[in-house]
């Protein structure tokens, strides 16, 4: 690689935005949030600073996702976003405008993807290519997606569920729904609303999945303290909850991303249907950690699933494998100049 062109990786998340570096690997990690002030419309911060400032900021302050359910919803915003990403691990004082390859979900359409792309050059890239996000995760999850074989990939983010069956480098069959981490959350926050009179944001909802939530009812309950605003009396107040009623909670959300892999699974020739069954189903992306997913969906399809080595990383790392191998990959990469 000669110091001439670097090359950025961006895995744009609903929920985060990680960039890889060929050679230095993971270089940011931060939440896919920008805060911009009301006045003047202008960008105050992004990423961790600007989480920091949801739900807690005045009125004239915003702190917003510009990406909802995996593609652009605010692309002016956006752009500010990745121009911010890019500066940052570049350092500001890169002369070179680096190639950079962003993961788009399954099912974006084309003019999604041609809003991602540019965006990407507005903000400074040289070149930007667009990659579907399960090709990615199996690049970065080390599945040898050019042979022969079917492979599936599920890869769960915070706003959308891809599924994919992938051979001799592309997808043979693949659906997109808009359920992930951000609807589990939203579940959980709506059943302790209505099971136990009490309110409750995000950010604790995220927290009660991640400490107590499991996809499968426990012998061994989780419980934890859950606070919040009580409906009745408006006044603060805490609960305790166990897993088994997040359990409850997160059933509906769980049923549309097992039919999306149920419907992928009945849409695949029998040849591939076979090598699945023999590989079982990788799971990628930061949401495919809830406990016990993946025998959910083993008890649910009768295949078995297991979870990639840091899945939440996938993703982001076979943007970077992509990168440094772009005549391999050619044929699952839309590019523009």
Same mark, same amino acid.
């Given at each position: 690689?000669?110091?001439?062109?670097?090359?950025?990786?961006? $895995?744009? @998340?609903?929920?985060? =935005?990680? %960039?890889? #570096?060929?050679?230095? !690997?993971?270089?940011?990690?931060?939440? +896919? *949030?920008?805060?911009?002030?009301?006045?003047?419309?202008?960008?105050?911060?992004?990423?961790?600073?600007?989480?920091?400032?949801?739900?807690?900021?005045?009125?004239?302050?915003?702190?917003?996702?510009?990406?909802?359910?995996?593609?652009?919803?605010?692309?002016?915003?956006?752009?500010?976003?990745?121009?911010?990403?890019?500066?940052?691990?570049?350092?500001?004082?890169?002369?070179?405008?680096?190639?950079?390859?962003?993961?788009?979900?399954?099912?974006?359409?084309?003019?999604?993807?041609?809003?991602?792309?540019?965006?990407?050059?507005?903000?400074?890239?040289?070149?930007?290519?667009?990659?579907?996000?399960?090709?990615?995760?199996?690049?970065?999850?080390?599945?040898?997606?050019?042979?022969?074989?079917?492979?599936?990939?599920? $890869?769960? @983010?915070?706003?959308? =569920?891809? %599924?994919? #069956?992938?051979?001799? !480098?592309?997808?043979?069959?693949?659906? +997109? *729904?808009?359920?992930?981490?951000?609807?589990?959350?939203?579940?959980?926050?709506?059943?302790?609303?209505?099971?136990?009179?009490?309110?409750?944001?995000?950010?604790?909802?995220?927290?009660?999945?991640?400490?107590?939530?499991?996809?499968?009812?426990?012998?061994?309950?989780?419980?934890?303290?859950?606070?919040?605003?009580?409906?009745?009396?408006?006044?603060?107040?805490?609960?305790?909850?166990?897993?088994?009623?997040?359990?409850?909670?997160?059933?509906?959300?769980?049923?549309?991303?097992?039919?999306?892999?149920?419907?992928?699974?009945?849409?695949?020739?029998?040849?591939?249907?076979?090598?699945?069954?023999?590989?079982?189903?990788?799971?990628?992306?930061?949401?495919?950690?809830?406990?016990?997913?993946?025998?959910?969906?083993?008890?649910?399809?009768?295949?078995?699933?297991?979870?990639?080595?840091?899945?939440?990383?996938?993703?982001?790392?076979?943007?970077?494998?992509?990168?440094?191998?772009?005549?391999?990959?050619?044929?699952?990469?839309?590019?523009?100049?």
């Amino acid at each position: 690689m000669s110091i001439f062109s670097s090359k950025l990786g961006i $895995d744009l @998340g609903t929920a985060n =935005t990680l %960039v890889f #570096v060929p050679g230095k !690997g993971i270089v940011l990690n931060e939440p +896919s *949030v920008v805060a911009v002030s009301e006045v003047d419309k202008r960008v105050m911060a992004v990423g961790n600073e600007a989480k920091e400032m949801v739900g807690r900021t005045p009125d004239s302050i915003i702190a917003y996702r510009p990406m909802k359910d995996g593609v652009i919803a605010d692309y002016r915003v956006t752009e500010a976003m990745l121009r911010y990403f890019i500066d940052k691990s570049l350092g500001r004082f890169s002369l070179w405008k680096p190639e950079v390859m962003v993961s788009v979900p399954a099912g974006v359409t084309s003019t999604e993807r041609r809003a991602v792309i540019e965006a990407a050059l507005r903000a400074g890239a040289k070149n930007a290519y667009v990659v579907k996000e399960p090709i990615l995760a199996a690049i970065g999850a080390g599945i040898p997606i050019q042979e022969a074989r079917g492979h599936m990939v599920v $890869d769960i @983010g915070g706003g959308t =569920t891809d %599924v994919a #069956v992938i051979s001799l !480098g592309g997808i043979v069959s693949s659906t +997109s *729904v808009k359920v992930a981490g951000t609807k589990l959350d939203a579940a959980i926050a709506d059943h302790i609303k209505k099971n136990f009179n009490l309110a409750i944001g995000d950010h604790m909802s995220e927290i009660i999945k991640i400490q107590i939530g499991s996809a499968i009812p426990l012998d061994q309950e989780l419980a934890m303290t859950v606070k919040g605003r009580d409906f009745i009396s408006g006044l603060p107040r805490s609960t305790e909850i166990k897993t088994n009623e997040i359990v409850k909670a997160l059933a509906s959300p769980l049923r549309d991303m097992i039919k999306a892999i149920k419907d992928v699974l009945q849409e695949t020739p029998p040849e591939l249907a076979a090598d699945i069954i023999d590989q079982g189903i990788t799971m990628t992306g930061g949401s495919s950690l809830l406990r016990n997913l993946p025998e959910l969906v083993f008890r649910r399809t009768g295949v078995k699933a297991q979870l990639a080595e840091d899945p939440l990383l996938c993703v982001v790392k076979g943007t970077g494998i992509a990168l440094d191998h772009l005549d391999v990959y050619k044929k699952a990469i839309v590019s523009k100049r």
